[in-house]
């Protein structure tokens, strides 16, 4: 079957500028994750959705960063007024259940790139 | 917060050499342990969980971890590597019933033919 699909896989933008990721999760998994992957460190939480709510939006970096999800499925990680130490890669994830130790399908990522 | 760490950030093995590598976290509580693997150029994929029961757990392609409680730890075990399991290895854990995961840095392995 399909897994997490984003979109788009390598995003080169100049600072100051907007951008929009995209991730599609597994039909019918609940949970959806956002994190952060930059070069020679862990994976950093963004945010974390439960169906359309984000109850925990706590690793956000700053107001540039937002998301939202919508019918429990496709979510966006939108990044406004982009800086350089946006460069990373971002990971979606998504979840069949609410609980912990249901594990995290993880897609490709969106490697961004910003000049 | 929680935090994890792994202690070995680049790991050069040659084939058929034993693996170990460490990870520890910090939470008093209950946790779901997992181990995940990312392959070059490919998606991180779980290789294995713990939440309850034996603390051996076996995974996939012949890994294995062993959560030992006073320790704090996860390690993550191969008696004998291949060069296929040339990867980057990410320790994770998430407190009993919350939902936000916590990972580590990473471990490259990297396999000598």
């Known amino acids: 079957g399909a897994g997490v699909s984003q979109s788009p896989s390598n995003k080169v933008t100049e600072k100051g500028k907007d951008v929009e990721l995209r991730c599609d999760p597994i039909?019918?998994?609940?949970?959806l994750y956002w994190y952060r992957q930059s070069l020679g460190q862990g994976l950093e939480f963004l945010i974390y959705?439960?169906?359309?709510?984000?109850?925990?939006k706590s690793g956000l970096p700053s107001d540039r960063f937002s998301a939202e999800r919508t019918g429990g499925s496709v979510s966006t990680l939108t990044i406004q007024r982009t800086q350089q130490e946006d460069s990373a890669v971002y990971l979606c994830?998504?979840?069949?259940?609410?609980?912990?130790?249901?594990?995290?399908?993880f897609g490709n990522g969106t490697r961004l790139t910003v000049t | 917060a929680q935090s994890v760490s792994q202690h070995n950030h680049h790991v050069i093995l040659s084939e058929a050499a034993s693996l170990e590598l460490g990870c520890n976290y910090s939470?008093?509580?209950?946790?779901?342990l997992f181990w995940y693997v990312q392959y070059p150029g490919q998606h991180l994929q779980l290789l294995l969980k713990?939440?309850?029961?034996?603390?051996l757990v076996k995974g996939i392609k012949g890994f294995e971890a062993e959560f030992i409680k006073s320790k704090f730890s996860f390690n993550l075990r191969k008696p004998s590597v291949q060069w296929s399991d040339t990867a980057e290895y990410f320790c994770?854990?998430?407190?009993?019933?919350?939902?936000?995961?916590?990972f580590g840095s990473g471990t490259k392995l990297n396999v000598k033919p």
């Open positions: 994830a998504s979840s069949p259940r609410d609980r912990g130790h249901s594990p995290l399908h």
């Open positions: 039909s019918g998994h609940t949970a």
């Open positions: 959705f439960q169906g359309n709510s984000a109850p925990d």
């Open positions: 939470y008093g509580g209950t946790v779901n």
């Open positions: 713990y939440f309850s029961g034996d603390p």
């Open positions: 994770a854990v998430n407190a009993y019933n919350f939902n936000k995961f916590y």
